[in-house]
T-cell receptor, first 112, second 114 residues
């Protein structure tokens, strides 16, 4: 069974630029999560989708972050414009409803 | 709100030493508890879990017991190997409506030497 796929693995951008990350969850997993992991900290949930609907986006900085999950499968997370403090690893995870989450390898973003 | 506190790292041990990484939590209701491991350059992998009080999760020689009375879920292994070097995250999952959100601790880096 293929795991959660993410791309790109690494991205370096300048502040005020925009960036997008892509995630393909495990086939059949209805729930998809995006986490932000700042160096030295645990992952923090940004947004949770159930199929293509948003379940929880309470910690998503909506002035600059957006996410969508078209057709209930792949998802993209966008940052526009980026700030220095957005430098982090962005993790995507998926799960069957209310079961353990499986994580992708993450995208390491550096904002200079 | 929900929170997880785990012991500061890094933890440095010699191979075959006994490992304990402490984890305590604060949560309303009855959360599920997890330990995730993150090897260098990789994503998080579920190591073990426990879904109710007194449950013991175990995997690859690691164990943790869900202690409701002390709100703890300490990770233990009797004999660590160099290949266990990684960052270990304690987490809890609490349901809010249809959402099932993981709250993580800050992670504990384990370094095992020969």
């Amino acid at each position: 069974e293929a795991g959660v796929a993410q791309s790109p693995r690494y991205k370096i951008i300048e502040k005020r630029q925009s960036v997008a990350f892509w995630c393909n969850p495990i086939s059949g997993h209805a729930t998809l999560y995006w986490y932000q992991q700042i160096l030295g900290q645990g992952p923090k949930l940004l947004i949770q989708f159930q199929n293509n609907g948003v379940v929880d986006d309470s910690q998503l900085p909506k002035d600059r972050f957006s996410a969508e999950r078209l057709k209930g499968v792949d998802s993209t997370l966008k940052i526009q414009p980026a700030k220095l403090e957005d430098s982090a690893v962005y993790l995507c995870a998926s799960s069957l409803v209310r079961v353990e989450q499986y994580f992708g390898p993450g995208t390491r973003l550096t904002v200079t | 709100g929900n929170s997880v506190t785990q012991m500061e790292g890094p933890v440095t041990l010699s191979e075959e030493a006994f490992l304990t990484i402490n984890c305590t939590y604060t949560a309303t209701g009855y959360p599920s508890l997890f330990w995730y491991v993150q090897y260098p350059g990789e994503g998080l992998q579920l190591l073990l879990k426990a879904t109710k009080a007194d449950d013991k999760g175990s995997n690859k020689g690691f164990e943790a017991t869900y202690r409701k009375e002390t709100t703890s879920f300490h990770l233990e292994k009797g004999s660590v190997q160099v290949s266990d070097s990684a960052v270990y995250f304690c987490a809890l999952s609490a349901r809010t409506g249809t959402a099932s959100k993981l709250t993580f601790g800050t992670g504990t880096r384990l370094q095992v030497t020969l």
